[in-house]
């Protein structure tokens, strides 16, 4: 386990999230997929410092009927084509099918822990949700948080809060040294 990496939730840390009534909600098609600004840059400054950059995306809305497993396997393909992704880890689970890989539960970044071999104590979780900072802190990451002041609930504790993935590459390239 020598391998560090940054996880990276999908919407509103790499593509833009579509917010209705202050709450954030995933593109319902490839259309509407739109990578934030500073998303390739980041994701370069961290390829560079050695990182493996792993997405970690709960997308309930397959199991709710709201969208198809191939609509979303379509944004996928387009993040991995256009984004240097190295693994790709998503939840099509609702809350009350009580999964393990469904953030807040870790199973997401467990499993590409076991399979790519990560020290999850010298990685990072980048997300704009409570969900995402308490799987990351769960599976013992350093938790960051992209804060858009969202309607809902807050995470309790973070280690730090940016307003982009620039700002979160630049502090992990720093803590990493």
């Known amino acids: 386990?020598?391998?560090r990496a940054v996880f990276l939730d999908r919407d509103g840390v790499?593509?833009?999230?579509?917010?209705?009534?202050?709450?954030?909600?995933?593109?319902?098609?490839?259309?509407q997929v739109r990578i934030l600004t500073g998303v390739p840059e980041a994701l370069a400054q961290l390829k560079r410092a050695e990182f493996l950059l792993v997405v970690v995306t709960n997308q309930p809305d397959v199991r709710r009927g709201v969208q198809t497993r191939e609509?979303?396997?379509a944004i996928h393909e387009r993040l991995r084509a256009?984004?240097?992704?190295?693994?790709?880890?998503c939840c099509f689970h609702d809350d009350a099918d009580r999964c393990a890989c469904r953030k807040p539960a870790p199973g997401m970044l467990l499993a590409a822990a076991r399979d790519l071999g990560i020290n999850l104590g010298k990685s990072f979780m980048v997300g704009d949700r409570w969900r995402d900072m308490e799987a990351g802190a769960t599976a013992g990451?350093?938790?960051?948080?992209?804060?858009?002041?969202?309607?809902?609930?807050?995470p309790q504790a973070v280690d730090i809060k940016v307003s982009s993935l620039a700002d979160a590459a630049a502090w992990i390239v720093g803590e990493a040294r």
Not at 14 to 30: F, K, M, T, W
Not at 82 to 89: K, R
């Open 1 to 3: 386990m020598t391998a």
């Open 14 to 31: 790499l593509n833009a999230a579509c917010v209705r009534d202050g709450r954030p909600y995933p593109p319902s098609s490839i259309d």
């Open 71 to 73: 609509g979303v396997d």
């Open 82 to 89: 256009e984004l240097p992704i190295d693994a790709l880890y």
């Open 141 to 154: 990451c350093s938790t960051i948080f992209v804060d858009y002041h969202y309607a809902e609930r807050q």
